[in-house]
């Protein structure tokens, strides 16, 4: 019996949803085939029975013939010419088995580019994501590299050393030397090639231009020696240059030479004035000297047999050069020998006083390198999470190349060889990215650089060296080809073993299935989980970082100026002198218009630096040596405390009677006065410096004030002040509170310290607002690094939920179409949609609060006002990363219920 | 292998074929399919759901062009002809191939003739 084909075809064939007239067309041309294929077999001699379904055996699959034909029909040139498959046909294109050689590899990039052209979209992506990370960690590892691991660059620097005194009572095992313990242990260890000592030297320059105040360094002789620098122009210290009676000569540093003397070659022989005294220029150190800290210039001490022969001032500093093949344990030994010796000797100096000996470069790097470290591990999660990012990509897209990989193999390629090409291309996503990462570093680096103060240039070792060079090069290339192993890796093994009588099959399926999901989710779970972690570390560190600025310092810092000066002490030798011109300028300053009130003081709070002497008090036996009674001690003029808006608690402060003739008076701080007294009254109490009666009278407690916070990082301490009149230091800040805007008196305060004293300069010219700025910038940059490195995370990690999300709806249009069909609402889909998505948020939140309690002990380190147990950030910043997931997932929930259960049923 | 060219020559070489075959004459989609497998004895099989789409392609392309004709005593029929610019792809695509096929006979000798 004759069939009706064009009957037949259109009860089978689902509707194309083309204009009715190509679909009559369509139609009737496959009609026309079959029937033609049936009166074939029927004239060959067929039944008509086997006729019959020889032609209808002609098509077997009636959705894959509709798939086929809508794409035919809705294709375009431009489509059909990109379409992936379109490639493989090049002939001369199928690399040899399994070989690697260049020219397969040269074969993989040509073909990598052309891919990663072909889907900008996912490449753009990728390549943000990857530049974000890379660049975050170049910028990084420059700064790491810069103040961590090569701030020194002195020949075998591992050979240098510090040498501190260790004080067992104060578990300080960084105290200063004595002069005459460091010539003991020069003279008798068996370690060092050269053992040298410096101080701290603030210097007035004069005698050329400008009165200038410097940082300079007194040093041994041996100092250049022992850092195993010589200078670029002239002669270093000779041997004994720095004993009694020899003619005074100074080393000034590149950066001195350069900017003071505009890199004068005939400057070798000139003479200049410091603190008063003609100094011989005698060398000039090569740019990279930059040792100790600051230093501008460097001169020898004099050792004048009392100077000697002092055991009591511990305010030097001392390093080393080790003989060769000596290690610093050893050198340990040797001089812990030698201070057991010396404690035996001069008991009352140096008991409980012991030696201690680090690498200079460890020690150097010390107050920096936990703080690098906490930020290459967050910099090192970002780029995790890039990295899971584009592996989520490349995992979504492999399902989409299986074809082209299964035709590859079926041509002859092997798994390694597709393997090696998919990599290429994860390679060279990254490297993209690297290159752009750098550029981001590059910019980063120079804006960090813009907003750091001069100071730290000079006092933090190594940050000149700052730029993204080299080594941070050869770093970031590495970490790109990492990178791009890493996230390529997973997809490509993927996507390399697709099964391939399935994938060939017509309308076979384009995945793999449940193995990929299952890594999807794995990665989004460690991307969620990751970016908690970042977020709750900068949110707890930002959170720390404004109790820092809420915390009552103690002082009112409004409206309040500050300089320095140092009076000479060639010129100032005498006590009353230095008196005499402190109290002179601040009559006058406090009698310019606009100045409320004005004092001296020897240390700022929060300017770190700090003094600290032990005393003794009335009535108490002395305590043994090694627990000595240590206290803060600052000098102030009357108005100080007035000035600083400082609370008096209780007594009085001090007045214009407490001079030098006047009995001896002290304030001391809440702390000091409730340590020692905590039952009594501390007010008439009297304390005097530990040391010889005669010089070191008692000082009857005449007020006590509030605490005052003198650093940020460290509890509260005993202080005690005392009048300058009665201990007149050279070197004091000015401190003027003002009616107006502080910085507008600068010129006026300047001219009246030029009036008493022409050749006497002012220095570090700043409001206390900028004195507590500066001492909270680590913390700001910190926590500012952190917050924007949790920021990329947050972001990178909504990219890759939503893609995720996104990828799983589309590969489940079949699922979702059944359900809507089977009379899910669309509400249904949406909830199951955004509930497979939140599951992996919640989880992965789970392991990321896990995580955070950890990242929140080590932050605590390096930030001590950053609360661990911190529950509102915890839970607060939980829940913003849910909300943003959230908004992730519904996005493409959202679409699904779009789905058309009879278009997504007909599909696929 | 068979099906590896099966699918190569789907993708990329059928073209060639169809549009040598429409080369002299028009012809229809079952006369196509036919030929192929009779020329190749069998080796080269052409289904309805890969046939059909592939010469609508082509003909979006402007290569081919079909055109319905009712002859006497023949059920109307669709029949494909080449067009100029499918005459240029042909000369392009046989020049390709010839020089593949003789780099191959070089490297491997594979000419039965």
């Known amino acids: 019996m004759a069939q009706d084909w064009q009957n037949y075809v259109r009860r089978h064939l689902p509707p194309l949803r083309l204009g009715a007239e190509r679909e009559i067309e369509i139609v009737a041309e496959l009609a026309e085939h079959l029937e033609a294929a049936y009166e074939d077999a029927l004239a060959e001699g067929a039944s008509e029975e086997q006729a019959n379904a020889r032609a209808l055996a002609l098509v077997s699959d009636w959705q894959l013939l509709e798939c086929e034909l809508s794409r035919a029909e809705h294709s375009t040139f431009a489509a059909w010419r990109n379409s992936s498959d379109g490639d493989l046909i090049a002939p001369s294109h199928e690399p040899k088995k399994g070989a690697f050689t260049m020219d397969s590899l040269f074969k993989d990039i040509q073909y990598s580019l052309r891919v990663l052209l072909k889907n900008p979209g996912v490449s753009v992506i990728a390549v943000i994501a990857l530049a974000l990370g890379i660049g975050a960690n170049t910028a990084v590892f420059s700064i790491v590299n810069a103040l961590v691991l090569r701030p020194l660059a002195f020949p075998e620097v591992e050979r240098i050393a510090a040498v501190y005194e260790d004080v067992r009572s104060d578990g300080n095992d960084r105290h200063e030397l004595t002069v005459a313990n460091y010539l003991d242990l020069r003279a008798q260890n068996q370690t060092f090639e050269h053992l040298a000592l410096y101080r701290w030297w603030s210097v007035n320059l004069t005698g050329t231009g400008e009165p200038e105040r410097l940082q300079g360094y007194l040093v041994t002789a041996n100092l250049p020696d022992a850092l195993g620098m010589k200078p670029a122009l002239g002669r270093s210290f000779l041997p004994d240059e720095d004993q009694a009676g020899k003619p005074k000569s100074v080393i000034l540093t590149h950066g001195l030479w350069q900017r003071r003397f505009g890199g004068d070659a005939n400057i070798i022989g000139q003479t200049i004035g410091l603190n008063g005294v003609a100094h011989t220029i005698v060398g000039v150190m090569p740019p990279e000297f930059n040792y100790p800290r600051g230093a501008e210039l460097i001169a020898p001490f004099e050792f004048t047999p009392q100077l000697s022969a002092g055991r009591g001032s511990h305010s030097y500093l001392a390093i080393g050069r080790l003989k060769p093949g000596v290690a610093v344990e050893q050198a340990q030994n040797d001089l812990a020998a030698i201070a057991r010796r010396l404690e035996q000797q001069y008991p009352n100096e140096n008991a409980g006083r012991g030696v201690k000996v680090y690498p200079l470069l460890a020690d150097t790097v010390r107050l920096y390198k936990a703080a690098s470290f906490v930020l290459m591990a967050a910099v090192g999660f970002v780029l995790l999470i890039a990295c899971a990012n584009v592996a989520n990509l490349l995992l979504a897209r492999a399902s989409v190349r299986f074809k082209e990989v299964a035709i590859r193999m079926a041509m002859g390629a092997n798994r390694r060889r597709i393997v090696q090409q998919l990599l290429t291309e994860s390679v060279i996503l990254a490297l993209i990215g690297g290159v752009l990462g750098v550029l981001l570093a590059i910019w ?185 009674w240590n206290g803060r001690y600052r000098v102030c003029s009357p108005q100080y405390f007035e000035t600083m808006g400082i609370t008096l608690l209780k007594g009085r402060a001090f007045n214009e009677q407490d001079n030098a003739d006047a009995p001896r008076v002290a304030i001391v701080n809440e702390t000091l006065a409730k340590h020692f007294w905590p039952a009594e009254d501390a007010i008439g109490k009297r304390i ?221 | 292998m068979v099906r590896a060219l099966d699918k190569e020559l789907k993708k990329g070489s059928t073209e060639m074929l169809i549009m040598a075959l429409v080369e002299d004459r028009p012809r229809h989609g079952y006369e196509i399919a036919k030929l192929i497998g009779e020329r190749s004895d069998g080796v080269l099989q052409f289904h309805v759901a890969s046939l059909y789409p592939l010469l609508y392609r082509m003909e979006k392309r402007g290569w081919i062009k079909g055109q319905w004709v009712e002859k006497a005593g023949q059920r109307r029929r669709r029949y494909y002809k080449l067009t100029a610019a499918g005459q240029k792809v042909l000369a392009e695509q046989r020049t390709t191939w010839n020089d593949f096929f003789a780099a191959l006979d070089r490297v491997a000798r594979i000419t039965t003739s």
């Open chain 1, 444 to 628: 980063g680096v120079s804006a960090l650089k813009a907003a750091l103060p001069a100071e730290v240039f000079q006092f933090v070792p190594g940050i000149n060296n700052l730029v993204v060079n080299r080594q941070a090069l050869w770093f970031t290339l590495a970490l790109s080809v990492l990178t791009g192993l890493l996230f390529g890796i997973t997809p490509a093994l993927q996507a390399s073993k697709p099964d391939l009588n399935e994938t060939l099959k017509e309308g076979g399926k384009t995945s793999a299935g449940g193995k990929r999901h299952r890594l999807l989710s794995a990665l989004v779970v460690a991307e969620i989980a990751l970016s908690l972690m970042l977020l709750i570390g900068a949110g707890l560190m930002m959170k720390g970082f404004l109790n820092l600025l809420k915390a009552n310092p103690g002082f009112q810092g409004e409206n309040v100026l500050t300089m320095s000066l140092m009076l000479p002490r060639a010129k100032y030798p005498e006590a009353p002198q230095r008196a005499n011109f402190y109290q002179e300028l601040l009559r006058n300053v406090s009698s310019l218009p606009g100045v409320e009130s004005a004092a001296v003081v020897n240390y700022l709070p929060l300017g770190m630096s700090n003094s600290s002497n032990s005393f003794l008090i009335e009535g108490r036996p002395a305590p043994p040596p090694g627990q000595e």
């Open chain 1, 688 to 908: 005097r410096f530990d040391g010889e009666p005669e010089r070191n009278p008692w000082m009857q407690i005449v007020g006590v004030i509030a605490d005052v916070h003198h650093d940020l990082n460290s509890p509260m301490r005993p202080e005690y002040y005392l009048p300058h009149a009665q201990d007149p230091w050279n070197s004091m800040v000015l401190v003027a509170r003002t009616s107006a805007e502080p910085t507008a008196l600068t010129p006026a305060i300047r001219n009246e310290v030029l009036a008493i004293d022409r050749d006497q300069p002012v220095f570090d010219i700043r409001t206390m607002q900028q004195v507590r700025e500066r001492a909270t910038i680590m913390h700001r940059f910190s926590a500012g690094l952190f917050g924007l490195f949790a920021a990329i995370a947050l972001l990178l990690a909504a990219v890759g939920i939503y893609g995720v999300m996104s990828y799983q709806v589309s590969r489940r249009t079949h699922e979702i179409g059944v359900r809507l069909a089977l009379g899910a609402s669309r509400g249904n889909v949406l909830t199951m949609v955004i509930r497979r998505g939140m599951l992996l948020a919640v989880f992965g939140t789970g392991i990321g609060l896990i995580g955070a309690a950890g990242i929140a002990k080590a932050l605590k380190a390096l930030m001590a006002e950053l609360v661990v147990a911190d529950v509102f950030t915890f839970v607060a910043v939980s829940l913003l990363l849910l909300a943003v997931a959230f908004a992730a997932c519904f996005i493409p929930a959202f679409r699904a219920t779009k789905v058309d259960p009879m278009a997504a049923l007909r599909c696929e």
